[in-house]
Antibody, heavy 120, light 113 residues
Framework: EVQLVESGGGLVKPGGSLTLSCAASGFTFSSYSMIWVRQAPGKGLEWVSSISSNSRNTYYADSVKGRFTISRDNAKNSLYLQMNSLRVEDTAVYYC?????????????WGQGTLVTVSS | IVLTQSPDSLAVSLGERATINCKSSQSAFYSSNNKNYLAWYQQKPGQPPKLLIYWASTRESGVPDRFSGSGSGTDFTLTISSLQAEDVAVYYCQQYNISPTWTFGQGTRVEIK
């Protein structure tokens, strides 16, 4: 069974930094693209960032480009999201998502999410 | 890409049909493999989204057959043939063929009338 467990969320002041982690199990992590999706309170889903299975390709939504960095460690079956220069509008639940063996894929499995609150 | 779902919300009686539409500003169809890169997700209150349908009409394993997807190109539909109480949720469409962006519709809330 695919399991994705996010951690690292919390309260941070505007301009601050936070790193999210996602521990993956139940599948061959190194074979799949991975994604971060966020959902602001009471709002819809927003794709944030994607990374290919071998880390060669990374993509970002315009809203986070230049501030967020996605990375992965296939040896540790882990996905990360380094978030810098955080803004109030980055407040959301952040979901770790498993993609497919290619980048053009539906989002198969989702973690429970971790809440990031940006507030002074 | 902009995905526009309609309606924003709907209330349906138990056992009745629910229909949600999703219109894209760009085609989701690839002629090279004859596939539509369009998925549907269900999100129940307090839970993460769950994949229901991919390739516009392929049900994910374990999804009840009362859920069906149809459409091609820029117009798609999710149908719940006989609404059950456990189907109360927000439903999202997503297009995934225009790498490097992945776009969701704004969501449609389904409630019991």
């Amino acid at each position: 069974e695919v399991q994705l467990v996010e951690s690292g969320g919390g309260l941070v002041k505007p301009g601050g930094s936070l790193t999210l982690s996602c521990a993956a199990s139940g599948f061959t992590f190194s074979s799949y693209s991975m994604i971060w999706v966020r959902q602001a309170p009471g709002k819809g889903l927003e794709w944030v960032s994607s990374i290919s299975s071998n880390s060669r390709n990374t993509y970002y939504a315009d809203s986070v480009k230049g501030r967020f960095t996605i990375s992965r460690d296939n040896a540790k079956n882990s996905l990360y999201l380094q978030m810098n220069s955080l803004r109030v509008e980055d407040t959301a639940v952040y979901y770790c998502v498993r993609g497919g063996t290619t980048m053009t894929t539906e989002f198969h499995s989702w973690g429970q999410g971790t809440l990031v609150t940006v507030s002074s | 890409i902009v995905l526009t779902q309609s309606p924003d919300s709907l209330a349906v009686s138990l056992g009745e049909r629910a229909t949600i539409n999703c219109k894209s500003s760009q085609s989701a169809f690839y002629s090279s493999n004859n596939k539509n890169y369009l998925a549907w997700y269900q999100q129940k209150p307090g839970q993460p989204p769950k994949l229901l349908i991919y390739w516009a009409s392929t049900r994910e394993s374990g999804v009840p057959d009362r859920f069906s997807g149809s459409g091609s190109g820029t117009d798609f539909t999710l149908t719940i043939s006989s609404l059950q109480a456990e189907d109360v949720a927000v439903y999202y469409c997503q297009q995934y063929n225009i790498s490097p962006t992945w776009t969701f519709g704004q969501g449609t809330r389904v409630e019991i009338k």
